[in-house]
């Protein structure tokens, strides 16, 4: 996976993402409640800390986020 950029998501229950990340990063590894870009339901997904997730997410709900957790998305 190749980006030209990364930025700082800021987790929100309802609000979908402006622009669609083509992965995601978190420091700190637990559950995340993500909505995927073809997905019409919140799901709950494990995610290890340090690495990138190919995962093209459209919402990352703050609520059951772990705690002191930053989501970087990568764009190309």
């Not at 409640?33 to 459209?58: E, F, M, S, W």
Request: aromatic share 6%.
């Amino acid at each position: 996976m190749y980006s030209s950029k990364s930025v700082t998501i800021t987790p929100n229950d309802s609000t979908p993402l402006a622009n669609i990340p083509i992965g995601i990063a978190v420091s700190v590894e637990g559950s995340y409640n993500l909505q995927l870009l073809n997905d019409a339901t919140v799901k709950a997904h494990y995610l290890a800390a340090g690495i990138i997730h190919p995962l093209r997410v459209k919402i990352v709900q703050a609520t059951g986020l772990p705690s002191g957790a930053v989501v970087i998305g990568y764009y190309q």
